[in-house]
C-alpha cells in the first residue's frame, strides 16, 4: 500500500491486488469483503454501495479508462463525534474498488482518523492471499499530512 498526492492536495492510499494474490477473483466478492468488514466494525456505518463504473458508463460522453472493467464505491462513515459544523464536508469515507483486468485497484483518500485509516488500511490488506515483497511496512503506513487536521480547521 502506498501514499500519493492526486491533484497537489488530496491524499489517497492505494493497494493494487494482482488477482493471483487476491482471496476473491470477481469485483463483486471484492465489493462485499468490504462490506461485510464495514458491517462488523463496532463504529462504522455502511452508507451504501455505488456503481461508478455503471453510473459513468450511462451518460453519452462519460469515459472510463479502457483498462478498466468495473469500478465500485463502498460508501461508510467513521464518524463518532462533530466537533465543529465544517467537518460534515469531510465525513463519509468512499473506497474506490476497480477490476482493471489481471488485478484490482483499492483506493481510499486519507483521513485526520487514525482509527480509520487503519480500518480501511486493514480491509484492504485482507484481500491479499500473501505478503507482497514490494509492499513495505514504510510504503503501508498511514500518515496524516499535516495540513489535512481537525485542529486547524483545514
Same mark, same amino acid.
Given at each position: 500500500?502506498?501514499? +500519493?498526492?492526486? !491533484?497537489?492536495?488530496?491524499? +489517497?492510499?492505494?493497494?493494487?491486488? &494482482?488477482?493471483?494474490?487476491?482471496?476473491?477473483?470477481?469485483?463483486?466478492? +471484492? +465489493?462485499?469483503?468490504?462490506?461485510?468488514?464495514?458491517?462488523? !466494525?463496532?463504529?462504522?456505518?455502511?452508507?451504501?454501495?455505488?456503481? !461508478?463504473?455503471? !453510473?459513468?458508463?450511462?451518460?453519452?460522453?462519460? &469515459?472510463?479508462?479502457?483498462?478498466?472493467?468495473?469500478?465500485?464505491?463502498?460508501?461508510?462513515?467513521?464518524?463518532?463525534?462533530? /466537533?465543529? /459544523?465544517?467537518?460534515?464536508?469531510?465525513?463519509?469515507?468512499? @473506497?474506490? @474498488?476497480?477490476?482493471?483486468?489481471?488485478?484490482?485497484?483499492?483506493?481510499?483518500?486519507?483521513?485526520? #482518523? *487514525?482509527?480509520?485509516?487503519?480500518?480501511?488500511?486493514?480491509?484492504?490488506?485482507?484481500? #491479499?492471499?500473501?505478503?507482497? *515483497?514490494?509492499?513495505?511496512?514504510?510504503?503501508?503506513?498511514?500518515?496524516? *499530512?499535516?495540513?489535512?487536521?481537525?485542529?486547524?480547521?483545514?
Amino acid at each position: 500500500m502506498h501514499q +500519493v498526492i492526486i !491533484h497537489e492536495k488530496f491524499p +489517497v492510499y492505494i493497494l493494487e491486488v &494482482e488477482k493471483s494474490d487476491c482471496r476473491f477473483s470477481q469485483l463483486e466478492d +471484492v +465489493v462485499a469483503h468490504f462490506v461485510r468488514e464495514a458491517e462488523a !466494525h463496532p463504529v462504522v456505518r455502511l452508507i451504501g454501495v455505488f456503481d !461508478h463504473y455503471a !453510473h459513468t458508463s450511462a451518460f453519452a460522453d462519460g &469515459e472510463n479508462a479502457p483498462d478498466i472493467v468495473g469500478a465500485v464505491n463502498v460508501v461508510v462513515c467513521f464518524g463518532m463525534a462533530i /466537533p465543529q /459544523p465544517e467537518i460534515l464536508a469531510l465525513r463519509l469515507r468512499s @473506497i474506490g @474498488i476497480a477490476d482493471v483486468g489481471d488485478r484490482f485497484t483499492v483506493s481510499f483518500l486519507g483521513t485526520p #482518523m *487514525p482509527i480509520a485509516n487503519t480500518a480501511m488500511e486493514i480491509w484492504a490488506r485482507g484481500l #491479499m492471499t500473501r505478503t507482497n *515483497p514490494n509492499d513495505t511496512a514504510s510504503q503501508g503506513r498511514m500518515v496524516t *499530512p499535516s495540513y489535512f487536521d481537525y485542529n486547524n480547521n483545514n
